[in-house]
């Protein structure tokens, strides 16, 4: 069974940079599509973007200047760095993986980590 | 950028009732709609995908419909386990975008 676990810092402050690694436990990261979705409390899911290790990725374009997803397939990981948080970007972080050659549903999920950002 | 809609925000019910959720696409996305539970304190987990495939794992009482811009999700016999919360998703284009969620909740 595939399992993902995010990891990093639970504060940040305001004007930062905020990073995340998720690393899967089993499988090749090389093999799927991975993402990142975000839901900040008391909001909804908020998808942030996907990689490929082909090098496709896809951004949501309301953060597109702020965010890079990237693979270190040395690690079975990848990563997630957001620049210039606020406190908007307070939110609960999951890394997932998409359902293989079935279209853009997120099939596996990490267990989610929350991020606040302090002023 | 595609909108979901989701009706009702909330619904209580019992155990062994029927519940439809809706959901409502902004444009057409043909069959490219997911649906996913969400426990508290838990990540979202996928119950349907293709709008009316069910995940493996995931118990025959769920059951998913629709295409075009109307969807929806029908849980047969609602059980105990099955108060949570239900997200649909838009997989037809990127930004893939969520419904707002609807809450089920025990009467």
């Known amino acids: 069974q595939v399992q993902l676990q995010e990891s990093g810092p639970g504060l940040v402050k305001a004007s930062e940079t905020l990073s995340l690694t998720c690393t899967a436990s089993?499988?090749?990261?090389?093999?799927?599509?991975w993402s990142w979705i975000r839901h900040p409390p008391g909001k909804g899911l908020d998808w942030i973007g996907y990689i490929h290790y082909s090098g496709s990725n896809n951004y949501n374009p309301s953060l597109k200047s702020r965010v890079t997803i990237s693979l270190d397939t040395s690690k079975n990981q990848f990563s997630l760095k957001l620049s210039s948080v606020t406190a908007a970007d307070t939110a609960v972080y999951y890394c997932a993986r998409y359902k293989h050659s079935s279209g853009w549903y997120l099939e596996h999920w990490g267990q989610g980590i929350l991020v606040t950002v302090s002023s | 950028d595609i909108q979901m809609t989701q009706s009702p925000s909330s619904v209580s019910a019992s155990v062994g009732d029927r519940v439809t959720i809706t959901c409502r696409a902004s444009q057409g996305i043909s069959n490219w709609l997911a649906w996913y539970q969400q426990k508290p304190g838990k990540a979202p987990n996928l119950l349907i995908y293709?709008?009316?495939n069910l995940q493996s794992g995931v118990p025959s009482r769920f059951s998913g419909g629709g295409s075009g811009t109307d969807f929806t999700l029908t849980i047969s016999s609602l059980q105990p386990e099955d108060f949570a919360t239900y997200y649909c998703q838009q997989a037809n284009s990127f930004p893939l975008t969520f419904g707002p969620g609807t809450n089920v909740d025990i009467k």
């Open positions: 089993s499988g090749s990261i090389s093999s799927y599509y």
């Open positions: 293709a709008a009316s």
